[in-house]
């Protein structure tokens, strides 16, 4: 843009597009957030709470491609594709498989790794001001049902550089007593340290919050039909009436795709569902546990557990499928026999915006400078909130770092709507 906005529309009220409104708003634009549900539908409240810096990583790891297809017509596989033909889901998939190189894998990592690197700080901030996810901050631990499992995935995580524990693989008795809740389908595992677990709900209702008392206006029900522009402004209609501003910040998962198409833009995302439920447990477990070859994740929140996990590829962004629940509770149940799996609650689906390279999209869309692209983050939208929100307000003001801001730059993955 050739001079900085005053006023800002963003597009989506998941946490991405409410931190981006945080940011906006301390740098001193008037902020409108328009979502089309309710604030923080979408993939943004089911989720497994993870704020895991050390860990990040691209979905498009070298032999993704082929787990894909071997799961193909195994509807309980944690990754499973709808194998219902779908030309624009073909076309991500087959640039999802030209992006799962180590070249391309590692170069990613080391972008998003650079994207999270003040992460902490950047809660503890948000934390200073209120908006307080009840954070859990000892660590992840990974339980795997053999040593070979556990060591490769302990070998992963040191090439990404984690904390991993100096004791190393725990087993048996000293597993045992880090974590009692875990079942004997847990022999080795080993703990991260330093990562955080919250409450994802939580988080975005005092973020939302928090927005209020700053003097955004926060639109609920507010679905977007088309975006204009015009010299100096940009107009947004919904289905809740006409808005404009400077500047748009489109930031809405993964329907980013339909606002998008109004503008004659094409942008390369597919949802990624994932699901999750809570159960009572007795005992809680007493940190995060990722489950290592189950691709299930345990996320102690108040006096329940949320299992959450699978990567379900689908056309569909609103589809639920009861069965990816019921593989999901065939795949962790035997890691808990404390938790009461045929008593669970919330029941839930989200969409993740998944991009080929496995990176966000944060930038202005080509062709049009006064609006911005803040999504695809796939699996990592609540932890790179902050992050892609700080790095948005620094566009919109002529305050970012142009070297970051060139690694998720949103024209690599968008073109021509037809």
């Known amino acids: 843009m050739t001079r900085s906005p005053s006023s800002v529309l963003v597009v989506g009220g998941g946490v991405v597009g409410l931190a981006c409104a945080h940011y906006l708003g301390e740098a001193g634009l008037k902020v409108t957030v328009l979502e089309r549900d309710r604030i923080g539908s979408g993939a943004s409240r089911g989720n497994a709470g993870e704020v895991c810096p050390d860990l990040v990583e691209p979905l498009g790891a070298p032999g993704v491609a082929a787990k894909a ?17 779908s030309l624009p889901l073909l076309r991500f998939l087959a640039r999802l498989g030209l992006n799962s190189t180590a070249r391309r894998y590692g170069a990613g990592a080391t972008s998003l790794a650079a994207l999270a690197e003040d992460t902490f700080a950047l809660f503890e901030e948000l934390e200073a001001l209120g908006v307080d996810g009840k954070a859990e901050k000892d660590g992840f631990l990974f339980a795997y049902p053999s040593d070979q499992d556990a060591a490769h995935g302990l070998a992963g995580f040191r090439r990404l550089g984690a904390p991993v524990e100096a004791e190393g693989l725990l087993r048996g008795a000293a597993l045992a007593e ?16 330093r990562q955080w677990s919250l409450d994802p709900g939580q988080f975005v209702d005092a973020l939302a919050d928090r927005l209020r008392r700053d003097g955004a206006e926060l639109v609920e029900g507010g679905r977007v039909t088309t975006v204009r522009e015009s010299p100096g402004r940009v107009e947004v209609r919904t289905t809740a009436g006409t808005y404009s501003a400077d500047a748009v910040v489109i930031a809405a998962g993964v329907w980013s795709r339909e606002v998008c198409r109004s503008l004659g833009v094409r942008i390369d995302l597919a949802p990624g569902k994932g699901y999750s439920f809570s159960v009572p447990a007795e005992p809680l477990p007493r ?18 557990v949320r299992v959450a996990g699978t990567m379900e590829f689908d056309r569909d962004p609103d589809h639920f499928r009861q069965r990816r629940v019921d593989a999901l509770v065939a795949a962790a149940r035997p890691y808990l026999p404390g938790a009461g799996w045929d008593r669970r609650e919330q029941e839930w689906m989200g969409p993740r915006p998944m991009t080929p390279d496995g990176l966000p999209l944060i930038g202005p869309v080509p062709g049009h400078p006064a ?34 801001a060139a690694r998720f730059a949103a024209g690599r993955a968008t073109g021509r709507a037809r």
């Open 69 to 85: 297809l071997t799961g193909l017509f195994r509807p309980a596989s944690p990754l499973w594709i709808n194998p219902v033909p």
């Open 178 to 193: 880090l974590e009692p809740a875990l079942g004997p389908a847990a022999r080795a595992g080993f703990l991260v340290e």
């Open 287 to 304: 940190r995060l546990v990722h489950l290592g070859t189950a691709k299930a994740v345990l996320t102690p929140l108040g006096k329940a």
């Open 371 to 404: 609006v911005l692209l803040a999504t695809g983050h796939n699996m990592l939208g609540l932890m790179l909130a902050p992050a892609t929100g700080r790095l948005v307000a620094g566009l919109l003001t002529g305050r970012a770092d142009p070297e970051l």
